[in-house]
């Protein structure tokens, strides 16, 4: 009873007695919110978005703009090389040793021709030749003891198989003279012997002597010998050979420049021979070749180094030592060298940079090739809105010890055609140290914005300079990348403005049809509003009747977005959330949802701030809901 006493209360029937009425309420859906129906960050400035760095576009991508410094030094040729070494004369220890003669006064006459003894050579040989440099002997005679008296014309003479070979001329000597001794020399260079013992024969034209005399003689430690025959020593030891001498790697073809080669494998293979016939008896104990020693034949170069002072040459130090053989040699006999690279592998090289660029032919300048980017989508429309600060960051490879010296950078932009746009457009560069360098580039940017402009091309010019410089067979300098970066914080000149694809509305059944011809109240309702951009926007829904289903999606755009068919304009906060976001609409809008083919659009405006607030965008920054619905209220009674 309490339920039907409710129901009846307030309400009328048709004879005017009170009966039943109520409010009711009608959804009707518009929208779904679909994927489509979303605005991403990525819908206003593209797919290729990097929050974190801004919009790049790469103008020169890695290695393009790089020089192949190491490739280019380190294509080097290893061929075999041969050095011939002349023989120098031969030190021989202890080839003479020293002697002393005593000379009884009463054996000295006026007059006299008297043999005082010999001395050996401690050695066998059929000849042997001294060498040319000065090599002196000293001859001294004194006294036992206290003496008085005189010799004149005192003269000791040398025979060498019966032939006179040299003397000792003291002249006259006096008593005085004697106490400390009188000296003359033999001056051995070139000095031929054949026999292995020296004869000394004593003569004076006039003597008194109280006192017996000794005669000393001194003979150098080390002879030189510069040729033998036959020789055969007591101790082998005492023979050594000490040879210095230049090899020249003329097949090397050595880039100017480059000191120093590290090697990370291979080997000198190298050969040793003469090509004298008088050459026996003499092995090779250590040979070394640009400062490495050579062991069975081979040098090792792996982990090693080679050093070219002088360019393409290295030193070449020999020793030979005597076997136990019969030795033969000559000073004009030349020691042969023969080498060759094999299985040669550069880790590095040292070089002085600039005699390389200079050897190069650089002129001191390298070029990088000019370079092409169809901009295409690559600058959005809506990114020729915003105030920026674009940059231009060029990385470069260098080495330590090295400068690189950018002259300019220059762009030219073109149409579509390939035809310039504007006067080419330049920038200074400055590096202070390898790695990045930023430059401020709004007036190429100004440029790229404007009307016509397709392409770009950029030329950056730069030299090379330094000292010595370690340089790997891979290295690789100059400009490594060039980027066009524009920055993610940034201020709006002009609206942005998204618009979602018009959607056409569910038929409305006959009692929404009937509903909407009554006295009743219209809702726009936004359920569960998602506005997370770091901006205000303002929020528009429009609805019209286009008939025609057969339009592209830009085509309905077209015929929705007019200023005509605007149903609601609401401004949103910056990211905010709405469970319930409600529109009221009019009576008269409502009447427009009684036609066939309506068609519902969201248009979504970004506006400008003149460079106020700085905006910043960041990942997952995005416009949605979940549906978009009209809610109708009217009041219903048994009447209607």
Known sequence: MIIVVSGLYGCTNPGGTPGPSWDITLKIPLIKGTEENTMKIEDLLGDDVDLQEGFKVKLLESSEGLYALGEELAGLNFTGFSASIDLEPVEIDGLIDNSEFNVEKNKIEDGIELDIGSIEINAEFESLRLADKSQKVVAAIVSDGDTSGYMYGLRVEVFNDGNNIASFDFGDITANMLENGVEAEWDMKNQNFTDNEIALKLSVKEVLLDKDIILSVQFPPKLKVAEAIGLKLADFSNLEAELESEIS???????????????????????VSSEADNFTGLVVEDLIIGGLCVANGLISLAGRELSFPEGEKLDAKLSLRASDELISFSSDSLIKLNGNFEGIGIAYLEVNIDEAIAGLDFDGELVIDELEIELEDKLRDELYKLEISPEIIMK?????????????????????????????????????????????????????????????????????????????????????????????????????????????????????????????????????????????????????????????????????????????????????????????????????????????????????????????????????FSSIYLSLTGHINLEN
């Open 249 to 271: 790697l003329a097949g090397l073809n050595l880039k100017k420049g480059v000191k120093k080669i590290g090697f990370s494998t291979g080997n000198i293979s190298i050969d």
């Open 396 to 624: 470069t490879a260098w080495l330590e010890g090295m400068k690189l010296e950018p002259f300019a950078l220059v762009f030219k932009t073109f149409d579509d055609s390939g035809n310039p746009v504007g006067e080419e457009i330049s920038f200074d560069i400055e590096f202070s140290g390898s790695g990045n360098s930023i430059i401020d580039i709004r007036a190429l940017f100004d440029r790229i914005k404007g009307s016509g402009v397709s392409k770009i091309r950029g030329v950056c010019n730069y030299g090379l300079s330094g000292g010595d410089v370690i340089v790997a067979p891979d290295t690789e300098i100059g400009i490594e990348s060039i980027e066009l970066r524009v920055p993610y914080e940034f201020s709006l000149n002009e609206d942005i403005e998204f618009k979602l694809v018009p959607e056409r509305a569910e038929p409305f059944d006959n009692e929404s049809r009937e509903m909407l011809k009554k006295d009743v109240k219209g809702m726009l309702v936004i359920e569960e509003l998602h506005k997370n951009l770091p901006l205000a926007a303002t929020f528009e829904v429009y609805a019209a009747v286009i008939p025609d289903p057969g339009m592209t999606d830009e085509e309905l755009k077209e015929a929705l977005y007019k200023p005509e068919n605007l149903l609601k304009r609401k401004t949103l906060d910056q990211r905010e959330f709405y469970e319930k976001y409600l529109l009221e609409v009019e009576k008269e809008d409502l009447d427009l949802f009684t036609e066939e083919n309506v068609y519902i659009g969201i248009r979504i405006i970004v506006p400008a701030n003149k460079g106020e607030d700085k905006y910043r965008f960041i990942a997952g920054d995005k416009l949605t």
